[in-house]
T-cell receptor, first 115, second 114 residues
Framework: GAVVSQHPSRVICKSGTSVKIECRSLDFQATTMFWYRQFPKQSLMLMATSNEGSKATYEQGVEKDKFLINHASLTLSTLTVTSAHPEDSSFYIC???????????FGSGTRLTVV | AQTVTQSQPEMSVQEAETVTLSCTYDTSENNYYLFWYKQPPSRQMILVIRQEAYKQQNATENRFSVNFQKAAKSFSLKISDSQLGDTAMYFC???????????FGAGTRLTVKP
């Protein structure tokens, strides 16, 4: 089946630095990918929709300058958390629409800790 | 905007028993897709079952089945012969065909007890 690979699985960074998370579709092309954020014991909240070759669409309340999304190819979308603060610590998950069936396939997630 | 409601934050079931997780949603659309995803402690989202709104027949995947009531906007998940490996968070999700984005309920934490 369709596989989405997400790296890194865990990252610790210092306040004020930036960290990049990669999301790759391994065996299919994904013109659209999605980035979610999940707080402990809570649901997935859509942050933005990443469109290949164009600007990402951000959900209301998500700072586009803090969460930079780049979708430069049909198989790779990146989320960069800029000038990270402890409140950015969270679990980030990417997904892409399945190429054949309807629905999403998800990456394994990235646990970001800002110290 | 579409909303998805899961009214059971936590549930537990004895191994080999049957449990039903509830989900309701709100939409003005006639055609859409509904999903149940499982998130075990590894936090990998795993598709359990999906349903197309225009199909009246309830979807079934082995021990997992749904009761889709379109008029009532209800989409419950039944897990039969519960296994310890079923312990996880379960999320109900809604997606419009052309909208691309998927919206999730708050989740139900299911614990299967030996």
């Amino acid at each position: 089946g369709a596989v989405v690979s997400q790296h890194p699985s865990r990252v610790i960074c210092k306040s004020g630095t930036s960290v990049k998370i990669e999301c790759r579709s391994l065996d299919f092309q994904a013109t659209t990918m999605f980035w979610y954020r999940q707080f402990p014991k809570q649901s997935l909240m859509l942050m933005a929709t990443s469109n290949e070759g164009s600007k990402a669409t951000y959900e209301q309340g998500v700072e586009k300058d803090k969460f930079l999304i780049n979708h430069a190819s049909l198989t790779l979308s990146t989320l960069t958390v800029t000038s990270a603060h402890p409140e950015d610590s969270s679990f980030y998950i990417c997904s892409a629409r399945e190429p054949v069936n309807y629905g999403y396939t998800f990456g394994s997630g990235t646990r970001l800790t800002v110290v | 905007a579409q909303t998805v409601t899961q009214s059971q934050p936590e549930m537990s079931v004895q191994e080999a028993e049957t449990v039903t997780l509830s989900c309701t949603y709100d939409t003005s659309e006639n055609n859409y897709y509904l999903f149940w995803y499982k998130q075990p402690p590894s936090r990998q989202m795993i598709l359990v079952i999906r349903q197309e709104a225009y199909k009246q027949q309830n979807a079934t995947e082995n021990r997992f089945s749904v009761n889709f009531q379109k008029a009532a906007k209800s989409f419950s998940l039944k897990i039969s012969d519960s296994q310890l490996g079923d312990t996880a968070m379960y999320f109900c999700a809604f997606m419009k065909p052309n909208n691309n984005d998927m919206r999730f309920g708050a989740g139900t934490r299911l614990t299967v007890k030996p």
